[in-house]
């Protein structure tokens, strides 16, 4: 089961989530307002989050990525409606995202992963249900490219995660909450293929991975909201979740993110 980390320095939900090996990130959200606030905290320790700079505008449910060095954040919907605007930071400084350039579609409520080089942004809402997935070089700047489909449109919230080779999506909702994971391998462009399923339908999760395994950690289901289950899978193989333990408390809407060592929720 989980246990109590911190404080962000904002209470909100609906932040993107991205790490490196050394710091873990949650940006914008909404609380109810629409936040631009980006926080970092200290992976290998325990404690609250302190404030890293600002999005260009505060936005609710982007997806976030990086690698050891970038952090990537596209999408979401802010004041004015839905974003398509992917911008970035530099992990290991402080300061305001610049612009790195924009989704093939502006959608919110999508989900992201990546490998060292590239990014995915997948599904969400334009406001119909997307299954868009895109890709993006992160040591570059410059407009997203199209992958592929997912299996289901649906929006994903932060429910994707990847071991640097496969990205996996897990769950999220069109009219139902879903029981669907999908996966891609980075490196290369196509469809997504189905994975297997979740222990239950669920979606506004949010999915973190080491090298071996992912974790898709609590959201909302048909019979809880919000619901504290957690459920793995090994990466390399295919199959069905099984159960992983127990959120502390039932949570939905929120981010994740791991240093390889472990994985965060906020």
């Known amino acids: ?88 930071i530099t992990l290991g400084s402080t300061g305001n995202t610049s612009d790195f350039g924009d989704l ?21 809402s334009t406001p119909s249900y997307s299954n868009v997935i895109d890709y993006i070089t992160i040591g570059s700047t410059g407009n997203a490219q199209d992958f592929g489909d997912l299996t289901v449109a649906r929006q994903p919230y932060n429910s994707s995660c990847s071991n640097g080779t496969r990205a996996l999506t897990m ?9 669907t994971i999908d996966y891609v391998t980075v490196a290369s462009t196509g469809n997504a293929t189905d994975f297997g399923d979740l222990t239950t339908n669920s979606a506004k999760g949010s999915a973190v991975a080491n090298q071996t395994r992912a974790v898709r950690q609590a959201g909302q289901s048909p019979s809880a909201n919000p619901e504290d289950t957690m459920d793995f899978v090994t990466i390399a193989s295919t199959g069905n979740a099984t159960d992983y333990g127990d959120a502390m408390v039932a949570t939905k809407t929120h981010s994740g993110a791991t240093d390889f060592h472990g994985g965060l929720q906020g």
Do not use: H, M, W
């Not at 710091?23 to 959200?29: D, F, H, I, L, V």
């Not at 919110?108 to 997948?122: K, P, V």
């Not at 769950?171 to 029981?179: E, F, I, K, R, T």
């Open 1 to 88: 089961n989980t246990s109590s980390f911190g404080n962000l320095t904002v209470s909100r939900q609906d932040s993107a989530g991205f790490s490196s090996t050394i710091r873990a990130y949650a940006a914008g959200g909404i609380s109810p307002s629409y936040e631009d606030e980006i926080d970092y905290y200290f992976v290998a320790t325990k404690g609250n989050a302190a404030d890293f700079g600002n999005l260009s505008t505060g936005s609710r449910s982007p997806g976030g990525l990086s690698n050891t060095t970038r952090g990537v954040i596209g999408g979401g919907t802010d004041s004015s409606g839905i974003e398509n605007e992917i911008q970035y």
């Open 104 to 124: 093939t579609t502006a959608r919110a409520y999508i989900a992201a992963a990546s490998s060292t080089t590239r990014g995915l942004f997948f599904g969400g």
């Open 171 to 179: 769950g999220g909702a069109d009219d139902n909450y879903l029981n």
